[in-house]
């Protein structure tokens, strides 16, 4: 298990851009499947980026082109590079890990506390 602590959320300007990251705790980091969640009212959390301890990524459609995922072993974190947002970006964005990549898609072994990110007009 680790545990996830996110930071760096904040209000943006639409076509501005804002990197969230999450820092975790635990040896077994190098070995997780991460991603980053998002939740905007009123809607289903959804899996926006993921990336595999080998580091091949996988993005949501809306996403692709205008985020990056990232992570860094060394340093036990992992970063969402967000540019060209757009309000419907808005959502409360969680940090997420899983032993595999299915499990990430599913039921992910540990979640941070989440960051709002807000993309104004």
């Known amino acids: 298990q680790v545990q996830l602590v996110e930071s760096g959320g904040g209000l943006v300007q639409a076509g501005g851009s804002l990197t969230v990251s999450c820092a975790a705790s635990g040896s077994m980091f190098s070995s997780m499947a991460m991603g980053w969640y998002r939740q905007a009212p009123g809607k289903q959390r959804e899996l926006v980026a993921a990336?595999?301890?080998?580091?091949?990524?996988n993005y949501v459609d809306s996403v692709k082109g205008r985020f990056t995922i990232s992570r860094d072993n060394a340093k036990n974190t992992v970063n969402l590079q967000m540019n060209r947002l757009k309000p419907e970006d808005t959502a409360v964005y969680y940090c997420?890990?899983?032993?595999?990549?299915?499990?990430?898609?599913?039921?992910?072994?540990?979640w941070g506390q989440g960051t709002q990110v807000t993309v104004s007009l």
């Open positions: 990336i595999t301890r080998a580091r091949p990524t």
């Open positions: 997420a890990a899983a032993t595999t990549m299915l499990k990430l898609t599913t039921t992910p072994n540990s």
